[in-house]
């Protein structure tokens, strides 16, 4: 059911590279958020989007970034990544006429 | 500040068996709760949803779940499980005012033969 696209699904780097998590919605959602999802840890909220040019950090505090150039693309960066920022990232998008989220199938991150 | 509480880390129930997963949540105002599940690989999919109303809603997949102000709960049921339905089971508050949901650490659910 979800238009909603998270790439890569698993990644493996060395610490110290930059990455780039992709996130493309083709619903025309104008909402769109980032959650980290520990095993056993609940949902985190760490980047929202409201439209184009706007982005706001969530409620846990993370040393990623991102940006809203498109609505339908919403990509994390991180500059240096580091073993501490191993988790699965997840993407959602708000459709306000269903009225829920849509998530992609998240994105694993191993920071070796 | 809002939060949930999922009290059960991992549940086993046989297939065919009766299934009650427990949420406790904590919200300022009227809550939008919701049950989201997770398959391995997958991203969260919207089960059911409440927002007003009747107290009992009902979700996909033949799963129900019953708002109880009284004790703050939202419990989420099912009469009879299937092998399908092993997975995560993340039950979340919110207000669709700034669409900010608070998830809970989620219920893990294995299904024996």
């Known amino acids: 059911e979800a238009d909603i696209y998270q790439t890569p699904r698993y990644l493996v780097i060395g610490t110290g590279k930059k990455i780039t998590l992709e996130c493309s919605q083709t619903m025309g959602h104008d909402k769109m958020y980032w959650y980290q999802q520990d095993p056993g840890m609940e949902l985190h909220l760490i980047h929202y989007?409201?439209?184009?040019?706007?982005?706001e950090k969530g409620d846990l505090s993370s040393e990623s970034t991102v940006s809203r150039i498109r609505t339908e693309h919403f990509p994390l960066t991180l500059e240096s990544a580091r073993p501490s920022h191993t988790s699965q990232y997840l993407c959602a998008s708000l459709g306000s006429a269903e009225e829920k989220l849509f998530f992609g199938s998240g994105t694993q991150l191993s920071v070796l | 500040a809002q939060s949930v509480t999922q009290p059960d880390i991992h549940i086993t129930v046989s297939e065919g068996a009766s299934l009650e997963l427990r949420c406790n949540y904590s919200?300022?105002?009227?809550?939008?709760l919701f049950w989201y599940v997770q398959s391995p690989g997958q991203g969260l999919q919207l089960l059911l949803k409440y927002f007003s109303g009747d107290t009992l809603v009902q979700g996909i997949k033949g799963f129900e779940a019953e708002f109880k102000r009284s004790q703050s709960s939202f419990n989420l049921r099912k009469p009879s499980v299937h092998w399908s339905d092993a997975a995560e089971y993340f039950c979340a508050v919110g207000n669709f005012g700034n669409e900010k949901l608070t998830f809970g650490t989620g219920t893990r659910l294995t299904i024996i033969p």
């Open positions: 919200y300022g105002a009227t809550p939008y």
């Open positions: 989007s409201y439209g184009v040019n706007s982005t």
